[in-house]
C-alpha cells in the first residue's frame, strides 16, 4: 500500500529543513503553480520544482 505524504517530511528524511535553502521560494507540481510547499500532500508520480531566489 502506498501513502502519500508531506513534501517537508521527506526533506526531514534528508536531514534539511526545506527554508534553509533560502525563504523566497517558489514550487510547482506536475507544471503548476503551488503555494502549498512543505504541506503539499505528494502523490506518486509528481514533478516538483522547487526554485530558490
Given at each position: 500500500?502506498?501513502?502519500?505524504?508531506?513534501?517537508?517530511?521527506?526533506?526531514?528524511?534528508?536531514?534539511?529543513?526545506?527554508?534553509?535553502?533560502g525563504e523566497?521560494?517558489?514550487?510547482?507540481?506536475?507544471?503548476?503553480?503551488n503555494?502549498?510547499?512543505?504541506?503539499?500532500?505528494?502523490?506518486?508520480?509528481?514533478?516538483?520544482?522547487?526554485?530558490?531566489?
Amino acid at each position: 500500500m502506498m501513502m502519500n505524504t508531506k513534501l517537508k517530511n521527506f526533506f526531514v528524511i534528508w536531514g534539511k529543513d526545506m527554508m534553509s535553502f533560502g525563504e523566497n521560494v517558489t514550487m510547482t507540481v506536475n507544471g503548476k503553480e503551488n503555494m502549498e510547499l512543505g504541506e503539499y500532500e505528494m502523490k506518486d508520480g509528481d514533478i516538483i520544482e522547487l526554485r530558490y531566489k
